[in-house]
């Protein structure tokens, strides 16, 4: 038991999805897991155990926000030797090429979160994905026949920006789409020498206004969660 998880030792697998909201794991688990089990329900931050084609497999909530994910991926780390952090999220477009409900692989994360000038006495990090899991979501991809876009991403501290039109900077420098963990979630993984890797689906654009469901969001986007489902 960490301190905001109760998994006992052994109860959470190597490889662990992760979604921003509990009940896209819980759905996660449900769809896809065989023999799924609940580990963790601290929080309402739903966590489960299973197997994917034989394989043990976790998914757990992170919540939305920088913070969040690193106490999560600190825990799953630090107290239960996860070694392949794979985030499942949603994300918003900021170029006209990429569409509602395109995936997304993360290779770098941009920010505007405070934590790696903290940590980094004001200069900058880049977080990145880890190769392996990048180079083995792009060839289940390709077997899959699920088409893919890869680049880099913008993890924002904000979800409602002050300046609507800010996005525009980013956009223009070839960055994808934002999101609100993914620069937590590399930083973490690479201090602790662990893999990790975001792939996002495209829940609405801020280029054109168009947006999904919050139905949608929690249980359809099926694509990204049968390439990560490979990663284990
Ligand atoms: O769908 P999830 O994984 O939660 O990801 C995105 O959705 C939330 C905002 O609605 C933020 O957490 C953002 O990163
Ligand atoms: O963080 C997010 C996620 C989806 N869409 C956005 O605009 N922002």
Redesign the pocket.
């Known amino acids: 038991m960490s301190v905001h998880i109760e998994a006992k030792k052994g109860e959470i697998a190597e490889t662990v999805l992760l979604?921003?909201?509990p009940l896209?794991a819980k759905w996660i688990a449900e769809t896809f897991f065989e023999n799924p089990i609940c580990f963790n329900k601290i929080r309402g931050m739903l966590g489960f155990t299973g197997t994917y084609k034989g394989k043990p497999i976790s998914v757990m909530g992170t919540g939305?926000?920088v913070p969040s994910i690193s106490i999560y991926a600190h825990e799953l780390i630090t107290e239960y030797g996860v070694k392949n952090l794979i985030?499942?999220?949603?994300?918003g477009s900021y170029q006209t090429e990429i569409k509602i409900r395109d995936i997304v692989l993360a290779m770098a994360a941009s920010s505007n979160s405070g934590i790696n000038e903290l940590r980094f006495g004001g200069a900058d990090f880049a977080p990145t994905a880890s190769f392996e899991l990048f180079q083995k979501a792009v060839e289940t991809a390709k077997t899959k026949n699920i088409k893919i876009k890869a680049g880099n991403i913008f993890t924002s501290d904000e979800?409602y920006a002050d300046d609507f039109e800010s996005y525009k900077k980013w956009s223009k420098f070839g960055v994808l789409c934002v999101?609100?963990?993914t620069a937590g979630l590399y930083t973490i993984a690479a201090k602790h020498n662990v893999n990790a890797l975001s792939i996002l689906t495209i829940?609405d654009s801020l280029v054109t206004g168009e947006r999904t469901t919050s139905a949608e969001?929690e249980t359809t986007f099926k694509g990204m969660i049968e390439i990560a489902l490979e990663l284990a």
Do not use: C, Q
Request: charged share 35%; net charge neutral.
């Open positions: 979604p921003g909201d896209r939305m926000g985030r499942v999220g949603s994300a979800f999101e609100m963990e829940s969001r």
